[in-house]
């Protein structure tokens, strides 16, 4: 809500650089109900100190008191992977080989865009103590949550190194800057579902139940437990079906990081007589670059009409609540 | 003067106060069209420029908007129309422990608090034993903030705000409850800003605190700003307000054009019949066309009217005058003054004359009652009717408004003692 007019420092920089120390250059804040997406982002900025607090206060909270601290935060990703990797490696035995890498490069993507847009929805209602008495760009709330889920996603990255150098499995050392990419643009997609979410949840308080829902089924239409190449795509006869698959940002993505980190186009299955099988799409590299920089003008795009309209919605937070 | 630190245009406010309201998704659906409320404006029209350097005081009875002016200036409301510019940094003392995280340690708060405020790290570190000393909760700096009474929530989030420097210090009602010498070590920090030529807007109900550091002082009713500018006028003003308050006063103030008005106020026969009944109560004082007030150190006198059906011996008249705290000042009664009399049938009065009103200004409310000496029955009291608006045009608080002056010498005193 506060906004930096550039107009109320040109009087003060006509006066002269020499005048300039004495006189401290003042902000100037409007506050009214309608505020332009660049100022909004410009305020985001100018708090990111704010940002950087309120992830740390959350992970200090959130693993106060307990003995074994961060640790805790590992034990539920590691049992969403064990349990997967015994049902579909051990007990179903899909024919995926070193499946608990294909299984964790994808499974950590979900885990951070799970873990923030569940956590940002709720977090406006959550803190409507803060949001009731302290002005600050709200949005930071959101974000402060897509960040605390990236702290968790780097700690769960140092596991996944640990597993793959115990296995041998290398990642596309050249593909490794995408695979930022990909996690950047994941990023965008949680923080503009967040955004939007967590303005809508303050009117419909289900929002938070129903996401929960939804991020359920979700999971379920990306490919991380499951081959997208070998058990789907020989299914689609139509296009229409592929291009409904592809509606979900997240399948590129983790296909991408599969891609990246699991690095096996072509897995060339140890019984006799088989020949090589794609667990992966064997497209070239190009074909990922090209869906990351896609997604990343659709994922900016998603966040822009999240902001406008959580800016929307903003206004009335402090009544709501 | 110098620049507009705070210039609030036109500011509008509108609630809606629900009846019940659902937040779930099906009642948003369903009930979408039937879910009842109504509608408020908290702010109307509320137009005002604050120079910089000016300290500024709120006056409004409770639930007049002046917490929801504060909270748009802050920008924790958004303005239903209108806008306000605010000129330089400001930090803002909203409610009690605003802010701050439960969980968390004081010293964790206080950077968690400072980044709120737009500071970074390297600025909070800079200040942070400024603000230690200043709260003078070095002992508990390292407990968890959920642990703090509420004075301490106050003394932190004081001395954070004013600690990180901010152009403008924008204060709701919270500091209250911080004990007398804490309240007065934040006066002096106020009166220190106000030397460095910063803003302070500040919302209060002590009418004294106004008087002493505001310049102008803004006065709200109902959302509309009715009196904005010189601290006495203002308060005035807001003592008006304050009597034509929906459950000021049981009777009717008949304010008549009189110079030399009395204030009048009568009462409707009661229907049950008792042998005396107090008529009307007139307060009369030296007036001056401007203000309907009792200046202070002015006579008073309250006269208590009264019909009599029949002849009664040994009457008493009564006399009840409370403080605004609800302290009562005085209780007399005629016999306690060594007044005896007798009521003859029909209509007579009773004064009670105060050569002099000693008190500072307030609102004093007093009671009048008759009743008899023999058998102690009541034959009429009239609860809280008296209204005494007092207007003292000094600076100096308290409650007492004794006759003093001062006489001041330099020099060696020794010399003039031998
Ligand atoms: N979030 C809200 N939703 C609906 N109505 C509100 C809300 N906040 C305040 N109001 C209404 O706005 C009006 C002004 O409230 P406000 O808190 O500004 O009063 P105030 O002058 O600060 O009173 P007090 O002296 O009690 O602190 C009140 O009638 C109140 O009911
Ligand atoms: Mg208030």
């Known amino acids: ?321 | 003067m110098g620049d507009v630190a705070i210039s609030i245009q036109d500011v509008s406010k509108h609630f809606r106060l629900y009846h019940e309201r659902g937040t779930s998704l099906k009642e948003r659906l369903v009930k979408v069209r039937t879910s009842r409320y109504d509608e408020l404006w908290a702010l109307s029209q509320v137009s005002l420029d604050i120079e910089e350097g000016q300290t500024i005081g709120i006056l409004g009875h409770n639930g007049s908007g002046k917490s929801t002016l504060l909270k748009c200036i802050c920008g924790v409301l958004q303005p239903t129309s209108g806008q306000i510019v605010v000129q330089g940094t400001l930090a803002g003392l909203l409610e009690l422990g605003a802010g701050f995280q439960p969980e968390l340690s004081g010293r964790d708060n206080v950077f968690l608090n400072g980044s709120m405020l737009g500071l970074s790290r390297t600025e909070i570190e800079n200040v942070f034993d400024d603000i230690i000393k200043f709260s003078e909760l070095e002992q508990f700096i390292d407990n968890q903030v959920k642990f703090y009474s509420s004075g301490m929530y106050v003394r932190l989030g004081f001395a954070i705000a004013v600690n990180v420097d901010p152009d403008i210090l924008v204060i709701d009602e919270v500091l209250a409850v911080g004990d007398e010498r804490f309240q007065r070590k934040c006066m002096d920090k106020i009166r220190e800003f106000q030397e460095k030529n910063k803003t302070i807007v500040f919302v209060t109900q002590s009418a004294e605190q106004v008087r002493q550091i505001c310049d102008s002082t803004l006065v709200l009713k109902n959302g509309h700003s009715i009196a904005f500018g010189e601290p006495g006028h203002a308060i005035r003003t807001f003592r008006e307000t304050l009597l034509e308050g929906p459950d000021g006063v049981g009777g009717t103030v008949i304010d008549d054009a009189d110079p030399n008005a009395e204030r009048v106020i009568e009462f409707e026969p009661d229907s049950h019949e008792q042998p005396i009944q107090i008529l009307d109560v007139v307060l009369s004082y030296p007036d001056d066309a401007s203000n309907a007030y009792l200046k202070s150190g002015d006579p008073l006198s309250v006269r208590v009217a009264y019909q009599a059906e029949n002849d009664i011996d040994d009457v008493i008249f009564s006399l009840t005058i409370v403080e605004p705290k609800g302290e009562t000042l005085l209780s007399t009664s005629t016999e306690q003054m060594g007044l005896h009399f007798d009521v003859k049938t029909g209509k007579g009065a009773m004064e009670f004359a105060f050569q002099s009103w000693p008190l500072l200004d307030g609102l004093y409310k007093g009671s009048v009652g008759i009743q008899s000496r023999k058998g102690g029955v009541m034959y009429d009291w009239k609860e809280d009717v008296v209204n005494i608006e007092v207007l003292y045009d000094g600076k100096s608080g308290g409650l007492l408004n004794l006759p003093i002056s001062g006489s001041f010498t330099t020099g060696n005193l020794n010399e003039r003692g031998q």
């Not at chain 1, 930096?4 to 250059?25: F, I, K, T, Y």
């Not at chain 1, 296909?255 to 088989?274: E, F, K």
Request: one cysteine or more; charged letters at 10%.
């Open chain 1, 1 to 321: 809500m506060a906004t930096d007019a550039s107009a109320s420092s040109s009087p003060a920089s006509a006066l002269g650089e020499n005048v300039q120390a004495e006189a401290r250059v003042k902000k100037t804040r409007v506050v009214s109900a309608r505020m332009s997406i660049p100022q909004r982002l410009k305020n985001i900025w100018t708090n990111r100190e704010l940002l950087r607090n309120l992830i740390s206060t959350e992970i200090k909270v959130k693993y106060k008191g307990s003995a074994l601290g961060l640790l805790w935060s590992m034990v539920s990703p590691a049992m969403t992977l064990i349990i997967y990797y015994v049902v579909f490696g051990v007990i179903l035995k899909n024919s995926i080989p070193h499946f608990v890498i294909y299984l964790f490069s994808g499974l950590l993507l979900w885990n951070f865009f799970n873990l923030g847009v569940q956590s940002a929805t709720g977090i406006i209602v959550a803190r409507s103590g803060i949001v009731k008495k302290v002005a600050f760009p709200r949005e930071i709330l959101v974000l402060s949550c897509i960040g605390t889920a990236g702290v968790f996603l780097f700690f769960q990255s140092l596991v996944l190194i640990i597993f793959m150098v115990v296995l041998g499995v290398a990642p596309d050392w050249q593909l490794l800057p995408l695979w930022f990419l990909t996690l950047f643009i994941v990023a965008l997609l949680a923080s503009a579902l967040g955004i939007a979410l967590s303005a809508i949840n303050v009117y419909m308080r289900d929002m938070a139940h129903l996401i929960e829902v939804i991020l359920a089924a979700w999971f379920w239409a990306c490919p991380i437990v499951y081959s997208f190449w070998t058990q789907l795509h020989a299914r689609f006869h139509h296009a229409w079906e592929s291009w409904l698959y592809f509606a979900n940002p997240m399948a590129p993505l983790v296909l991408t990081s599969q891609r990246v980190i699991y690095n096996a186009p072509y897995v060339h299955l140890t019984s006799a007589g088989n020949k090589g099988e794609q667990i992966l799409p064997p497209w070239r590299a190009t074909t990922y670059i090209s869906w990351n920089v896609e997604l990343l003008v659709v994922s900016s795009l998603l966040l822009w009409i999240a902001l406008v309209i959580f800016g929307r919605l903003e206004g009335n937070f402090a009544e709501e609540l």
